[in-house]
């Protein structure tokens, strides 16, 4: 009976500390002015602008309250059943979704400019039916597909509401965030501006972003057998490393067992960083 009844004291001793660092947490979690809740607000805001950027009907908070709640469960599992592969499931879960959706808006951005230059044709042969750029725009709209589509649409919905179109077409340029589509843009407004012939322009804008993509394409070409011997080269050291140990696993221990030898390992690690970086920046071709 005095056993048991100490055993009770015990469990609810432990639920009272448990609950009390619960109540803590919660409490530092929530404190608006701390900084765990600054960095979540900046962290959904930051999904919420990735969402807004692909027109994705979600919000920045709910996913990363998903993500909280997927994170705390895989720690709490993998603390109870003691399995350490249970903690890799918080760890895409941290990463996972900001990853999924910055690759999904760098794949938007390229898919956009891969049609820009049919995009400009379109434009300009819908200037020259009607010399109002609203109206061609709102014709052109008609006729593209893919994501484009959706930038122009919205562009034109804030016309209408009253955003002026020079303007809608700069915050166009914004939330895609490509130079290439930018500097049309910037192209279309300037010779809008100064009264230029905008088909002609547009018809000369597409026709460069044609070259610029054919020559985009030569130079990946031309490229493509110098980063495979890159990547060759750059783990050609592990293979021998591995290679060498498998053979003799006291040949190169003298490499991290004295000072010496950790010379020799450091210097070698640093001059592969600065080749692999070197061959980056040699691969790396802007047209």
Same mark, same amino acid.
């Given at each position: 009976?005095?056993?048991?009844?100490?055993? @009770?004291?015990?469990?609810?001793? *432990? #639920?009272?500390? =448990?609950?009390?660092? /619960?109540? $803590? !947490?919660?409490?530092?979690?929530?404190?608006?002015?701390?900084?765990?809740?600054?960095?979540?607000?900046?962290?959904?805001?930051?999904?919420?602008?990735?969402?807004?950027?692909?027109?994705?009907?979600?919000?920045?908070?709910?996913?990363?309250?998903?993500?909280?709640?997927?994170?705390?469960?895989?720690?709490?599992?993998?603390?109870?059943?003691?399995?350490?592969?249970?903690?890799?499931?918080?760890?895409?879960?941290?990463?996972?979704?900001?990853?999924?959706?910055?690759?999904?808006?760098?794949?938007?951005?390229?898919?956009?400019?891969?049609?820009?230059?049919?995009? @400009?044709?379109?434009?300009?042969? *819908? #200037?020259?039916? =009607?010399?109002?750029? /609203?109206? $061609? !725009?709102?014709?052109?709209?008609?006729?593209?597909?893919g994501p484009i589509r959706e930038d122009v649409e919205y562009s034109l919905k804030e016309y209408n509401l009253g955003t002026p179109l020079d303007q809608a077409l700069m915050n166009m340029g914004q939330r895609i965030e490509s130079r290439t589509f930018s500097s049309a843009m910037a192209t279309l407004l300037i010779g809008r501006t100064t009264g230029g012939d905008l088909p002609k322009i547009l018809e000369r804008s597409a026709a460069t972003l044609r070259e610029m993509a054919r020559l985009e394409g030569v130079v990946r070409t031309k490229t493509a057998e110098g980063k495979s011997q890159a990547y060759v080269l750059g783990g050609m050291p592990f293979v021998m490393i591995l290679a060498l140990q498998g053979l003799d696993p006291l040949w190169l221990k003298p490499l991290w067992t004295n000072f010496i030898g950790y010379l020799v390992c450091g210097g070698a690690a640093t001059l592969w960083i600065a080749a692999i970086i070197a061959a980056r920046k040699i691969l790396n071709v802007d047209v």
């Open positions: 009976m005095i056993l048991s009844k100490w055993t @009770l004291i015990g469990w609810l001793a *432990a #639920l009272l500390i =448990s609950g009390g660092i /619960g109540l $803590a !947490l919660w409490h530092f979690i929530t404190d608006k002015n701390g900084a765990p809740y600054r960095a979540f607000v900046n962290y959904a805001a930051d999904l919420e602008r990735l969402l807004r950027l692909q027109y994705i009907p979600n919000t920045g908070v709910k996913i990363a309250t998903q993500q909280l709640i997927a994170i705390a469960a895989s720690l709490i599992l993998g603390t109870l059943f003691k399995e350490p592969l249970v903690y890799l499931v918080a760890v895409v879960g941290a990463i996972a979704p900001k990853v999924h959706l910055e690759r999904g808006l760098n794949k938007r951005r390229l898919a956009i400019d891969a049609v820009l230059d049919t995009f @400009l044709v379109a434009l300009a042969n *819908a #200037l020259k039916v =009607s010399p109002s750029l /609203g109206d $061609a !725009l709102r014709s052109t709209a008609m006729l593209i597909r």
